[in-house]
């Protein structure tokens, strides 16, 4: 699978616009997830492995080698972190955190009538 670049035909859209490369990056097993376990702070491999509840080594090296070809995170010597674009993106995604504990509730509160 190659990694999904604006301009590129990616998964779903032979039109090349960034919005769909971006789509079926996020769309890629763990992509989002290691995103969004970076917004706390730089880990090491190991450690981003565990708060990504022990994602397979080789999946987490797959990812990682994407989303640092696609700027969105580094790795530094306190081991990978948000890039500047990474930390742009979670600050997109992140209202969706809290919609989603909203859409949970709501769900919950409906399977109770």
């Not at 880990?43 to 990682?64: G, H, M, V, Y």
Request: charged share 20%.
């Amino acid at each position: 699978m190659t990694i999904p670049l604006p301009g590129a035909q990616v998964r779903g859209s032979k039109t090349g616009k960034p919005i769909m490369a971006l789509l079926d990056l996020l769309g890629r097993t763990w992509a989002l997830g290691i995103i969004w376990n970076l917004h706390s702070g730089p880990a090491t491999f190991r450690e981003l492995q565990q708060r990504c509840e022990k994602i397979s080594p080789t999946l987490l090296n797959t990812r990682l080698k994407e989303l640092k070809k696609l700027k969105l995170i580094e790795s530094q010597q306190a081991g990978y972190q948000l890039s500047p674009q990474g930390i742009d993106l979670f600050e997109i995604i992140s209202p969706l955190g809290d919609w989603s504990s909203q859409w949970a509730k709501i769900l919950k509160e409906e399977s109770k009538s």
